[in-house]
């Protein structure tokens, strides 16, 4: 399994990035998909999921500004990430996801053995 993450960078508030996932070894159209993000290397939150009959579900905190798509026949993701704040600011992972979204404050991190190198996202204020 390999997935590698692009399109982050620095961008001020209020300003728009999108995201991609791009994955080999893996059939997309097999799992749950999702996007999450750690910062300062403490726990790796959800940010948004796409399941495989495409329900979405998104954190509380970016509900309304950003948005979670999957091209199943490209073995791609996005999130388009839009209205930005300083608080978004993090390392941005692709991974799959499972049946059951856990409370705002778990870590992920444990629930998969790979992770890809992530994508930094830095919103100045």
């Known amino acids: 399994v390999q997935l590698v993450e692009s399109g982050g960078g620095l961008m001020q508030a209020g300003g728009s990035l999108r995201l991609s996932c791009a994955g080999s070894?893996?059939?997309?159209?097999?799992?749950?998909m999702a996007w999450y993000r750690q910062v300062n290397g403490n726990r790796r939150e959800l940010v948004a999921l796409?399941?495989?009959?495409?329900?979405?579900f998104y954190t509380d905190s970016v509900k309304g500004r950003f948005t979670i798509a999957r091209d199943n026949a490209k073995n791609m993701m996005y999130l388009q990430m839009n209205s930005l704040k300083p608080e978004d600011t993090a390392v941005y992972y692709c991974?799959?996801?499972?049946?059951?979204?856990?409370?705002?404050?778990?870590?992920?991190?444990?629930?998969?053995?790979?992770w890809g190198q992530g994508t930094q996202v830095t919103v100045s204020s």
């Open positions: 796409i399941s495989r009959a495409g329900t979405i």
């Open positions: 991974n799959r996801a499972g049946n059951q979204v856990h409370p705002p404050e778990y870590d992920y991190t444990n629930d998969y053995t790979y």
């Open positions: 070894g893996i059939r997309f159209n097999s799992y749950n």
